[in-house]
């Protein structure tokens, strides 16, 4: 059954390519956990490894848990964050990529078809 994968990141995968989807637990207190989580927080959206070329694709959140350092260059971690809980870890294939630019964020989202396999 093909999912849909929404990011907001840029992660330009090509179809056909095997990857890696890993989920975070929502560890929000109880109180909060009402509303949405916000782009902040690292179980909004999932970190994606592309195992056919080896890069990982992340947030700033999934790699920090400081700002996301503006306009200051500072060297990321090549793997999340150690101390985010992981809720699920699956493998799957991209059957579509779209990238969109965001012009507001000045950013681009992307999203991913992709079919899980065992």
């Not at 179809?15 to 909004?44: L, M």
Request: aromatic share 8%; charged share 20%; hydrophobic share 40%.
């Amino acid at each position: 059954m093909a999912l849909t994968l929404a990011l907001n990141y840029p992660a330009a995968i090509p179809a056909g390519h095997k990857i890696e989807v890993t989920e975070f637990a929502d560890t929000r207190p109880e109180k909060k956990r009402y509303k949405p989580p916000t782009w902040a927080d690292p179980c909004q959206y999932p970190v994606v490894l592309d195992l056919d070329t080896g890069i990982r694709y992340m947030n700033h959140v999934h790699a920090s848990r400081g700002g996301n350092g503006g306009l200051l260059l500072r060297p990321y971690p090549l793997v999340p964050r150690g101390d985010l809980q992981v809720s699920r870890v699956y493998q799957a294939v991209v059957t579509a990529c779209a990238l969109v630019m965001v012009e507001g964020y000045d950013n681009q989202h992307t999203t991913l078809l992709v079919e899980p396999v065992e």
